[in-house]
């Protein structure tokens, strides 16, 4: 065993007191890191996905018509009128699609025919949002299927898929039949095949999700889709990947961070708290365990004395108290990881929704406890400094003299 490692657990052992002091802060300090941490990506993982979970990470449509300016006369005032946009289908969708599926970071994409409508049921009518969709590329961007509270994702001729709040305003259940109407008097009815619950109420209560075909003929976009809706791998990332696929396109792509830009300030409101929270943390730890490691080196001026006249050179004694720093970063930074681990999943266990399902979706990665280790144990070290550094400055015969 190296000198220095001996004589720095030698001086843990003997002050076994300041020795628990200083691994119950480091732990401490360790374990309101993790659950924190946890805590805080927990909930932020939870609004997200509440957020995404009735929409896609981009969206690629066609530009809006461009202003167009009016004049009576060469003398007269020119006037710029922005002309009402009418519903426009993407140019060589099928192409652009291929060009979306084979642009890295994109996991899917789906065609969309988008457009106002009204549903209507006997006397009862409600403005709804058409919606034409492949089955099976949409429930890769959205997860329809796995929200459904009735019967099944099957879109087929004239089959429809509604919101469980529209259900409920027109009394409409499985094998019910509803008509949609959509401009100049185009007109058709479906039968209802499922009915979801996607966790938003203006979505539950507006969308109608109807085959591709049959939402073109509707909307009199005959051929061609509204929109490209992607899923993609790196959610923080789909604002530059926005901007690279309309420089790629030519199109109008918009990301779900600029569509939701209030959720993203209070995201980001968050983290810079977390980070606040652990910094003075961080600081609280590293004073108690300098003060404590001051006090031993007033404790223990004679041996370190009595090491410096017997010939240890300075630097060893200065590695003496950085070790002992180091140990107690490490030891507390085991610890506290455990402690921090036990408390995120009571608290896990303790607020639940009333479903049964974790209101904070607490997730405990490697990644958390690396970062928490590598800052108790850098702690450690840095707050051994000022104690290694006076105990190195020491004068053997004015120690040994006075004691």
Do not use: C
Request: glycine share 10%; net charge positive.
């Amino acid at each position: 065993m190296p000198f220095e490692l001996f004589v720095a657990l030698r001086f843990l052992r003997e002050g076994r007191t300041q020795t628990t002091l200083l691994l119950a802060g480091a732990s401490v300090g360790v374990a309101v890191i993790v659950f924190l941490s946890a805590l805080i990506d927990g909930l932020q993982v939870s609004l997200v996905a509440r957020t995404l979970g009735s929409q896609p990470h981009i969206i690629v449509r066609a530009p809006d018509e461009a202003a167009r300016t009016l004049t009576d006369s060469p003398e007269s005032l020119v006037q710029v009128v922005r002309p009402a946009q009418r519903l426009r289908s993407v140019d060589q969708w099928q192409q652009v699609r291929g060009l979306l599926e084979r642009t890295p970071g994109v996991e899917a994409v789906s065609p969309v025919v988008a457009g106002p409508g009204f549903a209507s049921r006997g006397a009862a009518s409600r403005a709804v949002a058409i919606r034409g969709v492949e089955p099976e590329p949409f429930s890769r961007v959205i997860d329809v299927p796995s929200r459904l509270v009735a019967g099944t994702w099957r879109l087929r001729g004239a089959e429809a898929v509604i919101g469980q709040e529209l259900a409920k305003e027109l009394g409409l259940e499985l094998g019910d039949k509803l008509r949609l109407s959509a401009a100049e008097g185009r007109a058709d009815t479906f039968l209802i095949t499922g009915i979801f619950d996607l966790g938003n109420k203006d979505v539950n209560e507006r969308w109608v999700l109807v085959p591709v075909r049959a939402a073109q003929t509707l909307l009199d976009l005959t051929g061609g889709v509204s929109s490209l809706e992607l899923k993609i791998t790196d959610l923080f990332g789909a604002q530059e990947l926005a901007a690279e696929l309309e420089r790629r396109t030519g199109l109008v792509a918009e990301s779900w961070m600029a569509l939701n830009a209030q959720l993203l300030t209070a995201l980001r409101s968050q983290s810079s708290s977390r980070y606040m929270i652990q910094f003075f943390v961080i600081v609280a730890v590293a004073l108690g365990i300098a003060s404590v490691l001051v006090v031993s080196v007033v404790q223990k001026s004679r041996e370190i004395g009595i090491l410096k006249a017997m010939g240890t050179p300075t630097s060893k004694v200065m590695r003496v108290f950085l070790i002992q720093g180091a140990v107690v970063g490490g030891v507390g930074s085991v610890a506290g990881s455990a402690l921090g681990s036990g408390l995120a999943l009571f608290f896990t266990g303790l607020m639940r929704n009333p479903d049964g399902s974790p209101l904070f979706p607490i997730t405990l990665e490697p990644r958390l406890f690396l970062t928490a280790a590598g800052v108790a144990f850098v702690t450690g070290l840095v707050a051994a400094v000022v104690p290694a550094r006076r105990a190195s400055r020491l004068d053997p015969a004015v120690v040994i003299r006075n004691e």
